[in-house]
């Protein structure tokens, strides 16, 4: 089983509708994070987590929001779609256990709106 | 500001040859550390090699090696042997300190893609 794991791997909605984006881990990490990549623009932080009682905004919070439901959960919504938000979704945790930060990422979720 | 710069959109390489992916970065902290990714079609993100500023040799795993050079601020990935399999996207990521303090996160590149011909 994959160790990060994002429901639904893809998504249509249409504009204004609300929806929740899930990740979910087996890894026991503390951290997580969202993002989103758009083409030619490569990955940008939306926010992030350090432990369950932890949230903070990433570079493009806007239009977004998070919840941590438990140190394996990490949803991510929008209140209310909009077309530029159609992108790829990558959740992600890290560790220390290589001597350095590294980041594993779910396998992504990708989201058109309408 | 932190930033990464990767700006080759693309390269092309035979099957066996080594190919180098370029990376220069900016930022003012002396305690910093470099990622590379790769992206297949299917789309995962996955971690490659890492190399730290104050690590004073070059990273290396496996095929992968990482040419840092820090007063030149360029962190390039070189891809010995390349294969079929090579053929995605890659990232180079920079660690940079948050605001928050005492927290970190990554700065991604805007990626290259590598194709590998037979």
């Known amino acids: 089983d994959a160790d990060v794991t994002q429901t639904p791997r893809n998504r249509i909605t249409k504009t204004g509708k609300r929806i929740m984006l899930e990740c979910s881990q087996t890894k026991g990490h503390d951290r997580m994070y969202w993002y989103r990549q758009d083409p030619g623009l490569g990955l940008r932080l939306i926010y992030y987590?350090?432990?369950?009682?932890?949230?903070n905004k990433g570079e493009i919070s806007d239009g977004y929001s998070v919840s941590r439901q438990a140190q394996a959960k990490f949803s991510l919504s929008l209140e209310s779609a909009i077309p530029n938000q159609t992108a790829l979704y990558f959740c992600?945790?890290?560790?220390?256990?290589?001597?350095?930060?590294?980041?594993?990422f779910g396998p992504g979720t990708r989201l058109l709106v309408l | 500001a932190q930033k990464i710069t990767q700006t080759q959109p693309g390269m092309f390489v035979q099957e066996k040859e080594a190919v180098t992916l370029d990376c220069t970065y900016d930022t003012s902290d002396p305690s910093y550390g470099l990622f590379w990714y790769k992206q297949p079609s299917s789309g995962e993100m996955i971690f490659l090699i890492y190399q730290g500023s104050y690590d004073q040799q070059n990273a290396t795993e496996g095929r992968y090696s990482l040419n840092f050079q820090k007063a030149r601020k360029s962190a390039n990935l070189v891809i010995s042997a390349s294969q079929l399999g090579d053929s995605a996207m890659y990232f180079c990521?920079?660690?940079?300190?948050?605001?928050?303090?005492?927290?970190?996160?990554?700065?991604f590149g805007k990626g290259m893609k590598l194709t590998v011909n037979p």
């Open positions: 990521a920079m660690r940079v300190q948050s605001t928050q303090g005492g927290s970190e996160k990554l700065v």
């Open positions: 992600a945790t890290s560790d220390n256990t290589r001597g350095h930060e590294t980041q594993y």
């Open positions: 987590s350090f432990d369950v009682k932890d949230i």
